[in-house]
């Protein structure tokens, strides 16, 4: 498999993604879901929908911006320059 600058491979970035894409439609579908289901068992329609939504489109757009502004090539949290994690007992870390 052809590697990524980064010593990555274009498998592994492509799954970084695929889950970044996923949970940001899980921030902003559930919240809503939660809502419909507390809706139906409180009857209190469509009040905890609406604010599961709010709170989902809210909680989306954050976790987007946080994407966007991310600096290109940066590692991600809990990662170092050396490829070891954050909790490794490495000071530069």
Partial sequence: MR???????????????GTR????????ALPALLGYGLDRWWHTAPWMTILGALLG????MLHVIRLASEPQGSPRRGQSK????????????
């Fill in 82 to 93: 050396s490829g070891g994690s954050a909790g490794d007992g490495d000071p530069s870390a």
């Fill in 21 to 28: 894409v996923t949970a940001i439609g899980l921030e902003f």
């Fill in 3 to 17: 590697q990524i600058p980064e010593g990555r491979s274009a498998l592994s970035i492509g799954m970084e993604w």
């Fill in 57 to 60: 489109v809210g909680m989306g």
